[in-house]
T-cell receptor
Framework: GNSVTQMEGPVTLSEEAFLTINCTYT??????LFWYVQYPGEGLQLLLK?????DKGSNKGFEATYRKETTSFHLEKGSVQVSDSAVYFC???????????????FGQGTILTVHP | DAGITQSPRHKVTETGTPVTLRCHQT?????MYWYRQDPGHGLRLIHY???????DKGEVSDGYSVSRSKTEDFLLTLESATSSQTSVYFC????????????FGPGTRLTVT
């Protein structure tokens, strides 16, 4: 079945540091890939997505590129802020060719803390 | 923000008691989902619905049942709660499958003692 693996956290950075959170996946066919963010006490919000190989999703300074050759979708930001402190989830949705069509499979989440 | 509410937001219950969680949407989206969130596991799908009275199991459906009698409401029932069902439960909605975004509710924190 489908699976998503994220780098272990927590990740602690100083403000304006560069962020990378690694995400790799296992899936058949051509899944869609997502990054969700969860701020303390809230539900998940979509941060960015990519629906086909080599697509780059971007939002609020965050970027991730869908790399089918390495089955990866790493999240990056050039300069983090204290307000970016949250839990980040990588997720995939199976394509129309499989039983996982339309269902999200999540990674375990990575806690990010940014200090001033 | 997508119009999704969950009730209750917090609940403490005893082992063996029935519990029902409610998800209500005002977006008229066809698909609704129930997930549980546990440390080290991310979110895992419990059940989902693709229309009124149309539901199917997710990866962790044992011990849970669902019902959807109206487009706007999706109920999750724990027939006899166990301590292993202590978790945070999230409802999500979506217009369709494929690359459609899922919008999440604020969550319900359930503690089974």
């Amino acid at each position: 079945g489908n699976s998503v693996t994220q780098m272990e956290g927590p990740v602690t950075l100083s403000e304006e540091a560069f962020l990378t959170i690694n995400c790799t996946y296992t899936a058949t066919g051509y899944p869609s890939l997502f990054w969700y963010v969860q701020y303390p006490g809230e539900g998940l919000q979509l941060l960015l997505k990519a629906t086909k190989a080599d697509d780059k999703g971007s939002n609020k300074g965050f970027e991730a590129t869908y790399r089918k050759e390495t089955t990866s979708f790493h999240l990056e930001k050039g300069s983090v802020q204290v307000s970016d402190s949250a839990v980040y989830f990588c997720a995939l949705k199976g394509d129309a060719g499989g039983t996982s069509y339309g269902k999200l499979t999540f990674g375990q989440g990575t806690i990010l803390t940014v200090h001033p | 923000d997508a119009g999704i509410t969950q009730s209750p937001r917090h609940k403490v219950t005893e082992t063996g008691t029935p519990v029902t969680l409610r998800c209500h949407q005002t977006e008229n989206h066809r698909y609704m989902y129930w997930y549980r969130q546990d440390p080290g596991h991310g979110l895992r799908l419990i059940h989902y619905s693709y229309g009124v009275k149309d539901t199917d199991k997710g990866e962790v459906s044992d011990g849970y049942s669902v019902s959807r009698s109206k487009t706007e409401d999706f109920l999750l029932t724990l027939e006899s709660a166990t301590s292993s069902q202590t978790s945070v439960y999230f409802c999500a909605i979506s217009e369709g499958q494929g690359s459609y975004e899922q919008y999440f509710g604020p969550g319900t924190r359930l503690t089974v003692t």
